[in-house]
């Protein structure tokens, strides 16, 4: 099993900074992307950002160009430095990592942490 321990979130005003980070603590497992993705009250959850093992990102049009997505591999961590927040950002975050271990796939979430920005 690999366990996620998300940290960073909190309270901001609109047009703040926020830096969410989620460390991976079993080595064992092979991490390919890391992934970060949030749900917001009423809504299904949505991928707001990617990174593959080899440090190809992708982040969807909502958050592009303020959101970042980034991964230390010495310390199995992925990272999101979101800037411009906006109240549309509030929502419960969650990291995920999939990961292969002898041959097969599995996929891992973090407990999520809440993210508000204020008006």
């Known amino acids: 099993q690999v366990q996620l321990v998300e940290s960073g979130g909190g309270l901001v005003q609109a047009g703040g900074s926020l830096r969410l980070s989620c460390a991976a603590s079993e080595r064992t497992f092979k991490i390919n992307a890391m992934n970060w993705y949030r749900q917001a009250p009423g809504k299904q959850r949505e991928l707001v950002a990617t990174?593959?093992?080899?440090?190809?990102?992708h982040t969807v049009d909502s958050v592009k160009g303020r959101f970042t997505i980034s991964r230390d591999n010495a310390k199995n961590t992925v990272y999101l430095q979101m800037n411009s927040l906006k109240p549309e950002d509030t929502a419960v975050y969650y990291c995920?990592?999939?990961?292969?271990?002898?041959?097969?796939?599995?996929?891992?979430w973090g407990q999520g942490t809440q993210v508000t920005v204020s008006s």
């Open positions: 990174i593959t093992s080899g440090g190809s990102t």
């Open positions: 995920n990592v999939q990961t292969t271990h002898w041959g097969s796939s599995y996929d891992f």
